[in-house]
Nanobody, 124 residues
Framework: QVQLVESGGGLVQAGGSLRLSCTAS????????MGWFRQAPGKEREFVAT????????LYADSVKGRFTISRDNAKNMVYLQMNSLKPEDTAVYYC?????????????????WGQGTQVTVSS
């Protein structure tokens, strides 16, 4: 079993920054893609960013490109999401996920393990 725990969420003003962290434990493996998704109230869960097993390849949703950066530290079983220039529309619960492939994936069904999420609220 794989356990994923997100942290680092909170309340921030528009234009501010937050850094989300995801700690993986259990039967986890650095051989798999990791991703961040988010879900705003009344909306479906959507893709934010993904990083390949080696960290050499990343992919971002258009809405966050240039503002968010995903990274990973396989030695520590950690994945991060640095979020800069935050906007009110970034308000959502952010989820960390481990995929079933090695390279970048943006579809929900490519991910088998999910964390419980961390709330990010951006005030205007």
């Amino acid at each position: 079993q794989v356990q994923l725990v997100e942290s680092g969420g909170g309340l921030v003003q528009a234009g501010g920054s937050l850094r989300l962290s995801c700690t993986a434990s259990g039967r986890t493996s650095s051989a798999y893609v990791m991703g961040w998704f988010r879900q705003a109230p009344g909306k479906e869960r959507e893709f934010v960013a993904t990083i390949s097993w080696s960290g050499s390849s990343t992919l971002y949703a258009d809405s966050v490109k240039g503002r968010f950066t995903i990274s990973r530290d396989n030695a520590k079983n950690m994945v991060y999401l640095q979020m800069n220039s935050l906007k009110p529309e970034d308000t959502a619960v952010y989820y960390c996920a481990q995929g079933t492939a090695a390279n970048t994936r943006s579809r929900l069904y490519d991910y088998a393990h999910w964390g419980q999420g961390t709330q990010v609220t951006v005030s205007s």
